[in-house]
C-alpha cells in the first residue's frame, strides 16, 4: 500500500554531499516510495561525487550565499518545467577553523555566515522558487534536537538552529496568504555524519548521547530520513510550522540511572582517596612531629582540610 502517497510526486532536495549525508538518506526513503527527486548541490565538485552516488538523477547547483546562483538555480528548474510537491532543505554550515572557543568569543563573520548559509537560506530559496511549488507543497527543513540546552561542542549552531526553528513559523504564516504551503522542520539529536564530524568534541558528546538515549542506541540517520519523508508526504497535511524532534528520547533521561550510580560511584571513590590520603597524611605528621602540641595542631589542620564535596 502507498501509505506515503507519495508515488509520482516530486521533490527538490538540497544538501546531499555523501552516503552519509541526511539528505542522502531522505532521497533514498522518498524514492522508495516512487517519488522523483531532483538534487541541488553547493559545487561542481559535490555535483560529481553526488552523480555517481545517484546515477540518472538530476543535479543542479547552487551555493546558497550567491543570490545570483539562487536566481539562476530559480531559472534552470522553470525553463525544465518542474513544479514541486516538496523541497528538502538539509544545509548548514559552521566555520569552527578558530577551534573551540568559549560562546561569548564566537568570531562575527563565522556566525554570520553561519546564520546565512543554515537559517537564511531557508527564506531565500522559499520565496525564489515559491512559484515552482505546488499550492499545497511541503517543505521540510533539519534543525536540531534541542537549542535549549547549550552543548558547548555543538558551539554557536544552536542559537542558528533557534532561529531556524522560528523562521518555519514565520514562512508558514506568510505563505498561507497566497497557498496551502507547510513549512515543517525534524530534529534529530547526534548523528554520525561528516558535517558533525568536523565539529570540535562531537564524538565524545556522541558517545555520551548513546550512555543517556533510553535505548542505549544511538538515533540512525535512517530514523530521521523517515519523518523527514513523512512531512514531505500528503499523510502529514495536519502538520504545519512545527519541530519534529527525533532524539529517541534522550531529551526526557537527564536521570539516566545508570549514569547517576556512575557518577555517584566516581565521588564515593573519589571520597575513599581522599580519606586514605587523609590516613597518609596523618602518619606523617607522627612520625615528623614527636612533640604530642605540634602535632595536636597538625592534626587539626588535617581534619579541617576540605575533602571532595558530598552533595
Ligand atoms: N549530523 C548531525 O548530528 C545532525 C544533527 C542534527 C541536525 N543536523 C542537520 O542536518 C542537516 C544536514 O547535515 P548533514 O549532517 O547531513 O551533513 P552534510 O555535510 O552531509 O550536509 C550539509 C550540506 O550542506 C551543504 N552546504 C553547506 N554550505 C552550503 C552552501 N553555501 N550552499 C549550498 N549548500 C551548502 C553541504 O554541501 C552539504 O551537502 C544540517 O542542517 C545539519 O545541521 C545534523
Same mark, same amino acid.
Given at each position: 500500500?502507498?501509505?506515503?502517497? =507519495?508515488?509520482?510526486?516530486?521533490?527538490?532536495?538540497?544538501?546531499?554531499?555523501?552516503?552519509?549525508?541526511?539528505?542522502?538518506?531522505?532521497?533514498?526513503?522518498?524514492?522508495?516510495?516512487?517519488?522523483?527527486? #531532483?538534487?541541488?548541490?553547493?559545487?561542481?565538485?559535490?555535483?560529481?561525487?553526488?552523480?555517481?552516488?545517484?546515477?540518472?538523477?538530476?543535479?543542479?547547483?547552487?551555493?546558497?550565499?550567491?543570490?545570483?546562483?539562487?536566481?539562476?538555480?530559480?531559472?534552470?528548474?522553470?525553463?525544465?518545467?518542474?513544479?514541486?510537491?516538496?523541497?528538502?532543505? +538539509?544545509?548548514?554550515?559552521?566555520?569552527?577553523?578558530?577551534?573551540?572557543?568559549?560562546?561569548?568569543?564566537?568570531?562575527?563573520?563565522?556566525?554570520?555566515?553561519?546564520?546565512?548559509?543554515?537559517?537564511?537560506? =531557508?527564506?531565500?530559496?522559499?520565496?525564489?522558487?515559491?512559484?515552482?511549488? %505546488?499550492?499545497?507543497?511541503?517543505?521540510?527543513?533539519? +534543525?536540531?534536537?534541542?537549542?535549549?540546552?547549550?552543548?558547548?561542542?555543538?558551539?554557536?549552531?544552536?542559537?542558528?538552529?533557534?532561529?531556524?526553528?522560528?523562521?518555519?513559523?514565520?514562512?508558514?504564516?506568510?505563505?498561507?496568504?497566497? +497557498?496551502? #504551503?507547510?513549512?515543517?522542520?525534524?530534529?534529530?539529536?547526534?548523528?554520525?555524519?561528516?558535517?558533525?564530524?568536523?565539529?570540535?568534541?562531537?564524538?565524545?558528546?556522541?558517545?555520551?548521547?548513546?550512555?543517556?538515549?533510553?535505548?542505549?542506541?544511538?538515533?540512525?540517520?535512517? %530514523?530521521?530520513?523517515?519523518?523527514?519523508?513523512?512531512?514531505?508526504?500528503?499523510?502529514?497535511?495536519?502538520?504545519?510550522?512545527?519541530?519534529?524532534? #527525533?532524539?529517541?528520547?534522550?531529551?526526557?533521561?537527564?536521570?539516566?540511572?545508570?549514569?547517576?550510580?556512575?557518577?555517584?560511584?566516581?565521588?564515593? =571513590?573519589?571520597?575513599?582517596?581522599?580519606?586514605?590520603?587523609?590516613?597518609?597524611?596523618?602518619?606523617?605528621?607522627?612520625?615528623?612531629?614527636?612533640?604530642?602540641?605540634?602535632?595536636?595542631?597538625?592534626?587539626?589542620?588535617?581534619?579541617?582540610?576540605?575533602?571532595?564535596?558530598?552533595?
Amino acid at each position: 500500500m502507498d501509505f506515503l502517497q =507519495l508515488d509520482g510526486k516530486t521533490v527538490l532536495v538540497f544538501g546531499v554531499a555523501n552516503r552519509r549525508s541526511v539528505a542522502y538518506h531522505v532521497a533514498c526513503v522518498l524514492e522508495a516510495a516512487g517519488a522523483q527527486c #531532483v538534487h541541488v548541490v553547493q559545487n561542481q565538485h559535490i555535483r560529481q561525487s553526488v552523480e555517481k552516488l545517484l546515477p540518472q538523477r538530476e543535479v543542479f547547483i547552487c551555493d546558497v550565499q550567491q543570490p545570483d546562483e539562487i536566481e539562476q538555480l530559480r531559472r534552470q528548474l522553470a525553463e525544465r518545467g518542474y513544479k514541486f510537491h516538496g523541497l528538502l532543505h +538539509s544545509i548548514a554550515y559552521a566555520d569552527y577553523s578558530a577551534g573551540p572557543l568559549p560562546f561569548h568569543q564566537t568570531p562575527r563573520q563565522a556566525f554570520l555566515q553561519a546564520v546565512d548559509v543554515s537559517c537564511y537560506s =531557508l527564506i531565500a530559496l522559499s520565496n525564489a522558487l515559491k512559484d515552482l511549488l %505546488e499550492p499545497d507543497a511541503s517543505v521540510v527543513t533539519v +534543525s536540531i534536537s534541542t537549542t535549549q540546552m547549550a552543548s558547548e561542542s555543538y558551539g554557536y549552531m544552536a542559537p542558528i538552529k533557534a532561529a531556524l526553528d522560528s523562521t518555519i513559523v514565520f514562512l508558514a504564516k506568510s505563505f498561507s496568504r497566497f +497557498s496551502r #504551503v507547510r513549512f515543517n522542520a525534524v530534529a534529530p539529536g547526534l548523528l554520525k555524519t561528516s558535517a558533525s564530524a568536523g565539529i570540535p568534541g562531537y564524538v565524545d558528546a556522541y558517545l555520551y548521547a548513546e550512555k543517556v538515549i533510553p535505548r542505549k542506541q544511538a538515533v540512525q540517520t535512517e %530514523e530521521v530520513a523517515s519523518v523527514a519523508a513523512f512531512l514531505l508526504s500528503p499523510r502529514s497535511s495536519g502538520i504545519n510550522a512545527q519541530k519534529i524532534v #527525533v532524539d529517541a528520547g534522550m531529551g526526557i533521561n537527564y536521570f539516566d540511572r545508570e549514569l547517576i550510580e556512575r557518577v555517584l560511584r566516581e565521588q564515593e =571513590l573519589q571520597w575513599h582517596e581522599w580519606l586514605f590520603l587523609q590516613q597518609k597524611r596523618r602518619v606523617f605528621c607522627r612520625m615528623l612531629l614527636k612533640d604530642s602540641n605540634s602535632f595536636n595542631s597538625m592534626n587539626s589542620f588535617v581534619a579541617r582540610a576540605d575533602g571532595p564535596s558530598r552533595h
